[in-house]
């Protein structure tokens, strides 16, 4: 027994150092990969609110064509209510996962210009469904889509860390105008 005894220091010196040895590993290989894990984060973020934002402009364009039909707006390919009600559902049911998504791994400021947004394209259906014909009333509510569009970009671009974008209005040429041939 005193020769058990005799080794405990040694066995105790053994066993500190072997977890010693361990918990250093530990905090290395945390310290190594969480800038990984935090890019993973930022990458998926990204693809939900990108995500999310193509559903929700989908439903935007139809809401355009829809307008165009009514005689609210310029849209070269218009379609009736009847035509576009099976696409607004299946962009619905598109954006029902991207909504969710977003609601899980955005950022609450995000989420809730995604609301605000997400509104107004709301009440641009609801003016096609109604079949409502007020030029007046379209272009404000393209106003609202277009500045809660922007102020989504806005947050999404302050939470991931992004460098300012692009204004939302783009410059659109004037279309090309052939001259008559003579």
């Not at 290395?28 to 930022?42: I, L, N, S, V, Y």
């Not at 039909?69 to 954006?95: I, K, Q, T, V, W």
Request: glycine share 6%.
């Amino acid at each position: 027994m005193s020769a058990f005894i005799q080794q405990l220091p040694a066995l105790a010196g053994v066993v500190i150092g072997a977890l010693g040895s361990y918990l250093a590993i530990v905090r290395g290989d945390r310290d190594r990969f969480r800038p990984e894990r935090t890019a993973r984060r930022e990458e998926r973020r990204l693809s939900v609110y990108a995500d999310y934002a193509r559903c929700l402009k989908r439903t935007v364009t139809l809401t355009y064509r829809v307008a165009a039909r009514l005689g609210n707006d310029p849209h070269p390919h218009s379609l009736s209510h009847e035509e576009a009600a099976p696409l607004l559902a299946e962009a619905a049911e598109a954006g029902d996962p991207a909504g969710e998504a977003l609601l899980l791994l955005g950022a609450p400021a995000v989420v809730e210009k995604a609301r605000s947004w997400a509104a107004v394209v709301m009440e641009m259906e609801r003016l096609g469904r109604e079949r409502t014909r007020a030029p007046e009333a379209w272009q404000a509510l393209l106003e609202r889509q277009r500045r809660t569009r922007e102020e989504y970009c806005t947050a999404v671009r302050a939470d991931l860390a992004l460098p300012d974008g692009r204004p939302a209005a783009w410059q659109v040429p004037p279309p090309h105008v052939r001259p008559d041939p003579e």
